[in-house]
């Protein structure tokens, strides 16, 4: 397979692209999508939209529909409009934060404590999960359009965690943020965790859940996918790393808010951003419509059937990788 060709994996089934064929799709899918005004055209970069058709198998019919859903989404939870002294309660605990460092790949690294969970409104932990999301994104390099989540485990148990929170984090993940995802490493889930996980995986679609991985402080082979992803001596303590500064809530604050200076900037139509607002005719967001468009390609319309597949996993009976007998895959993704 030639460098430049793209993948996707679906149950299985992989499907090779070159880039006159991926460039082909997206203007498809910018075809479907019709016009488009504002901040909801620059979202709609060729990069974004590659990301759906990947999510989405490179299937232009249902990679579109989940796309307009997006910008339905976008255009009305405005989540490029939400700034730190909106979640600040949220986040005061540390439960989500961007590192200061990055992964080997330059990608940026949200670390999850869930032990550090300080609110029971699912609303306004999704709100600072959005605003957590839109800052990786807002800090990654040029190069790179997916970052790394380090899920801390200390201290654990099941109160910390909602079923009703997870399959909204879920379904915000994989339906507005498609292919941001790169790994998620779970570092030293307890036991007790293993039952959570058969409820919550169901919730996952198959590529996002291959992109778990489990991470045990006393299994040096799964030690070996730190080392891979990391330069040890930059993490914290908490993940086998030697970087001893813990979690200050003032300091971040200061960076978030830095950080919310950035997003003007990054949302401005200019340079690149005109050229896709050239592509797309300016018109009011109001006609994106989330029904399927029609086509005489019967093979990429979307059936009741389709959509139920995707969304009506069924629950398997699949524990977490054992420590010492079971076997962890350590591939990282890239």
Known sequence: ???????????????????????????????????????????CSDASISRYLRARNWNVKKATKMLKASLKWRSDYKPEEIRWEDVAQEGHTGKIYRSNYTDKLGRTVLVLR????????????????????ENAILNLPKNQEQMVWLIDFHGFNLSHVSLKATKETAHVLQEH??????????????KIFEPFWKVAKPFLEPKTANKVKFVYSDDSN??????????????????????GEDFDI?????????????????????GEATAALERVPSANSSKLELESDTSDEKEDEISTEEIDDIKDLSIEDDPLPETKEGTVDLKVEK
Request: hydrophobic share 35%; proline share 7%; charged share 30%.
């Open 177 to 190: 943020y498609p292919e941001r995802l790169g790994i998620a490493v779970l570092y030293n889930p307890p």
């Open 250 to 270: 003032t300091k971040y604050a200061e960076r978030m808010k830095e950080d919310d200076k950035k997003i003007p900037s990054f949302w401005k139509i200019n």
């Open 114 to 133: 869930p032990s550090c969970q300080n609110t029971k409104s699912v609303k306004g932990q999704i709100k600072y999960l959005v605003y957590c999301m």
């Open 222 to 243: 799964t030690i070996k996918l730190l080392e891979e992803l990391f330069d040890i001596e930059q993490l914290e303590p908490a993940f086998g790393g030697k970087h």
């Open 1 to 43: 397979m030639s460098s430049g060709a793209k993948t996707a994996e679906s149950n299985g089934h992989e499907v090779s692209l070159a880039p006159e064929e991926e460039q082909a799709k997206i203007n498809e899918v910018r075809k479907l999508i019709g016009p488009v005004s504002g901040k909801l055209a620059l979202y």
